[in-house]
T-cell receptor
Framework: ETGVTQSPTHLIKTRGQQVTLRCSSQ?????VSWYQQALGQGPQFIFQ???????GRGNFPPRFSGLQFPNYSSELNVNALELDDSALYLC?????????????FGPGTRLTVL | DQQVKQNSPSLSVQEGRISILNCDYT??????FLWYKKYPAEGPTFLIS?????DKNEDGRFTVFLNKSAKHLSLHIVPSQPGDSAVYFC???????????????FGKGTKLSVKP
């Protein structure tokens, strides 16, 4: 069974640029959730995708957007980067429709905005 | 306003003893709770969960207790091992059979150090 993978591991961007982060779900999972973890904080929910549709969104502006593909992999796109976007971005996959749809996390992408 | 609170930023325990990590929540709509462990440079690893219809769930050395009236849960690790040293996050959600568990609300974490 393949776990959740994310790419890239680290990324450095400048303010105003755009970034795309990628996530491959654990095999058999159909739901992907994205979280932002700032230093010293717990992860904060950005949004979730289920069967290629957005299925819930946290308190993040529209410049945070996402996609889920037919193979259940996913992308997180952030436009017009700001310094406060510097954080660890975590992807989690789960199997919706079961009574134990626990989320399993990838290792994260560390984004630094200069 | 933090809906899930872990008031102890750190905890130090001797190897072999019990580690007790605490978590409080404010939202009475939460009905599913999880604990995750996180090592540096890794993503959170799922440890154990509990539904609000239970007050205890046990998995090996890990036991989670839920006190709904106090809106409090705790994770007990017995016996503690040096490999348990990590940051532990408490998370809560409104469980929805259908995949809307997505909106996990996390605490800020407690750093556990288990000394040999």
């Amino acid at each position: 069974e393949t776990g959740v993978t994310q790419s890239p591991t680290h990324l450095i961007k400048t303010r105003g640029q755009q970034v795309t982060l990628r996530c491959s779900s654990q095999s058999g999972h159909n739901t992907v959730s994205w979280y932002q973890q700032a230093l010293g904080q717990g992860p904060q929910f950005i949004f979730q995708y289920y069967r290629e549709e957005e299925n819930g969104r946290g308190n993040f502006p529209p410049r945070f957007s996402g996609l889920q593909f037919p193979n259940y992999s996913s992308e997180l796109n952030v436009n017009a980067l700001e310094l406060d976007d510097s954080a660890l971005y975590l992807c989690a996959s789960s199997l919706a429709g079961t009574d134990t749809d626990t989320q399993y996390f990838g290792p994260g992408t560390r984004l630094t905005v200069l | 306003d933090q809906q899930v609170k872990q008031n102890s930023p750190s905890l130090s325990v001797q190897e072999g003893r019990i580690s007790i990590l605490n978590c409080d929540y404010t939202n009475s709509m939460f009905d599913y709770f999880l604990w995750y462990k996180k090592y540096p440079a890794e993503g959170p690893t799922f440890l154990i969960s509990i539904s609000s219809i239970k007050d205890k769930n046990e998995d090996g050395r890990f036991t989670v207790f839920l006190n709904k009236s106090a809106k409090h849960l705790s994770l007990h690790i017995v016996p503690s091992q040096p490999g348990d040293s990590a940051v532990y996050f408490c998370a809560a959600s409104v469980d929805s059979y259908g995949g809307s568990q997505g909106n996990l609300i996390f605490g800020k974490g407690t750093k556990l150090s288990v000394k040999p």
